[in-house]
């Protein structure tokens, strides 16, 4: 199994930065595309950003491009995600997610992912 913890959340001024780090356990990271999704009070668990297992391709949504930045270290067995110019609608709980090792839809899908962390609350004050 592959185990994830996400450290890094916290509270933040709107216009700051936090980088969110996912570190992961066993020998199949490296093979795995990873994201982060995130879910805010009374809403679904939403797509934020993905890598490739080489960490050579990458995949945000649009409310977040240009502003987060994911991506990885296999030596570490860890993936990170960068928020720049932090929202507070950008408020809400961040998981790490390991995507399923052959894929059946996209990344964008929830059903994608197989294995997730416990999730870090990002919280943004205006």
């Known amino acids: 199994q592959v185990q994830l913890v996400e450290s890094g959340g916290g509270l933040v001024q709107a216009g700051g930065s936090l980088r969110l780090s996912c570190a992961a356990s066993g020998r199949t990271f490296s093979s795995r595309p990873m994201g982060w999704f995130r879910q805010a009070p009374g809403k679904e668990r939403e797509f934020v950003a993905s890598?490739?297992?080489?960490?050579?391709?990458?995949a945000y949504t649009d409310s977040v491009k240009g502003r987060f930045t994911i991506s990885r270290d296999n030596a570490k067995n860890t993936v990170y995600l960068q928020m720049n110019s932090l929202k507070p609608e950008d408020t809400a709980v961040y998981y790490c997610t390991a995507r399923k090792p052959w894929s059946t839809s996209s990344a964008y899908d929830v059903k994608e992912y197989e294995y997730w962390g416990q999730g870090t609350q990002v919280t943004v004050s205006s």
């Open positions: 890598i490739s297992s080489s960490g050579g391709s990458t």
